[in-house]
């Protein structure tokens, strides 16, 4: 069983920002597996989709990024999820907008909704797709930033993102190592 997790925020008012590109790629996911309507339960909404290679659940931790673990613990250990076989999707601010970098482990590098995964799962040995937002300038506070939506000159970049997201995570639920997966999409 594999387990995809896109962080981000509950409520319209957070829908198309910055922070929420992971809640984006698990519905272009969702699309893309024609998944049955998410559910609610574990603090988070979740869909089970059942390919040739095995089940795949999409979930969207409800917790605000901050509190992301308090969901994700608990329904990797309803459905006995081990660690491996997850992959985090969320918004860097240390990659230009629209770029991706995948990862098999590593810090939370200052990311709110990484640090209460890492703490609830009790390791940083988990994948990742970090999709770039980049940092904000003139001054910008990084709160009121990560909270506001893409511009026009960058909604091409974050659409293309979005899909090689999804495709990286296409590919890994058909079984292919994500160390492989990670050399393709990084390449």
């Known amino acids: 069983m594999k387990l995809l997790i896109g962080l981000g925020n509950p409520g319209k008012n957070y829908e198309n920002t910055r922070h929420n590109i992971g809640f984006q790629v698990i519905d272009e996911l969702a699309k893309r597996f024609q998944a049955p309507a998410f559910q609610q339960k574990f603090n988070g909404q979740f869909t089970t989709v059942h390919t040739p290679e095995g089940k795949v659940i999409l979930l969207k931790p409800m917790t605000y990024m901050n509190l992301s673990g308090e969901c994700v613990r608990p329904l990797a250990d309803y459905f006995e999820v ?10 860097d601010l240390d990659l230009p ?3 991706i970098r995948l990862r098999q482990k590593g810090s939370a590098g200052g990311h709110n909704g990484m640090k209460s995964l890492i703490a609830h799962l009790g390791t940083s040995e988990f994948n990742r797709i970090r999709i770039g937002v ?7 506070k990084v709160a009121d930033y990560v909270l506001s ?4 000159d960058e909604q091409p970049l974050i659409e293309d993102a979005i899909q090689k997201s999804a495709d990286a995570c296409e590919e890994w639920t058909k079984k292919t190592p994500f160390l492989e997966v990670m050399n393709k999409f990084n390449g």
């Open 149 to 152: 939506p893409f511009s026009k």
């Open 97 to 99: 907008a629209g770029k």
């Open 134 to 140: 980049d940092r904000p300038n003139g001054g910008m």
């Open 82 to 91: 081990n660690d491996e076989e997850i992959v985090v999707l969320y918004d």
